[in-house]
């Protein structure tokens, strides 16, 4: 199962999330006036997210050459990938869905004179 493809797909998928987040998170940040920590992360520096990717591929492809390290190893590190993948949809769902899921409005709001 743990092909160089497979991981390159895996690391694509990582990329097109980190990107459509930014993407995302900056046109959240445009509508609301105000965004949750998350929305304003992913517009300061979710360019550095970018790593994830980079450090995740360049270790599943040197595990995966190695010829000492064993099967379930290798296995492991590409499913480290998967779960990274389902990590960083996590947060970008957060960051770009949070912002609406918000009710404005307080106790205080409905009493002031």
């Given at each position: 199962?743990?092909?160089?493809?497979?991981?390159?797909?895996?690391?694509?998928?990582?990329?097109?999330?980190?990107?459509?987040?930014?993407?995302?998170?900056?046109?959240?940040l445009r509508i609301l006036e105000r965004a949750p920590?998350?929305?304003?992360?992913?517009?300061?520096?979710?360019?550095?997210?970018?790593?994830?990717?980079?450090?995740w591929i360049t270790s599943a492809v040197v595990v995966?050459?190695?010829?000492?390290?064993?099967?379930?190893?290798?296995?492991?590190?590409?499913?480290?990938?998967c779960v990274l993948l389902l990590g960083l949809i996590?947060?970008?769902?957060?960051?770009?869905?949070?912002?609406?899921?918000?009710?404005?409005?307080?106790?205080?709001?409905?009493?002031?004179?």
């Open positions: 199962m743990f092909s160089t493809r497979n991981a390159l797909l895996v690391a694509l998928m990582q990329i097109s999330v980190i990107v459509s987040g930014v993407m995302g998170a900056g046109v959240v920590a998350s929305t304003r992360f992913l517009v300061d520096y979710g360019v550095t997210l970018m790593a994830i990717p980079l450090v995966r050459s190695r010829s000492a390290i064993s099967e379930s190893a290798k296995t492991a590190a590409f499913w480290l990938g996590a947060f970008v769902a957060c960051a770009l869905i949070g912002p609406w899921m918000v009710v404005d409005g307080g106790l205080g709001d409905a009493h002031e004179v």
